[in-house]
């Protein structure tokens, strides 16, 4: 299974994860061939499900607020804060060009 420059540039945004070198193209390429073993089971006759756990009864509970105002304290949680706001780290990576990638997976 080969991987285009597409493929990997929207993989490598969605999961924030480099796959710019041959060891990282090929687990990419390893988990396809093992996630395309599912083709091999027979679903003929079989309605898609909805939920795992379509045959039980959920029941959902009271949306009743016990507690609040407690911004101070969850605030404290933060290792990186601007104003209110809680700070998310960025990606572990620069995303790389287009172009960059397709000379990679071009030279691999």
Do not use: W
């Amino acid at each position: 299974q080969t991987v285009t420059v597409e493929v990997l540039d929207h993989l490598e945004h969605l999961a924030l994860v480099d796959f710019r070198d041959s060891e990282g193209v090929e687990r990419l390429q390893k988990a396809i061939q093992f996630a395309d073993q599912l083709h091999e089971v027979n679903t003929d006759g079989i309605e898609p499900m909805d939920s795992v756990l379509e045959d039980r009864c959920l029941y959902l509970r009271d949306d009743d607020v016990t507690e609040g105002n407690c911004m101070k304290e969850l605030m404290k949680n933060a290792r990186e804060k601007v104003e209110e706001y809680f700070v998310a780290p960025p990606g572990n990576i620069p995303l790389p060009k287009l172009e960059e990638q397709d000379a990679f997976l071009q030279s691999s």
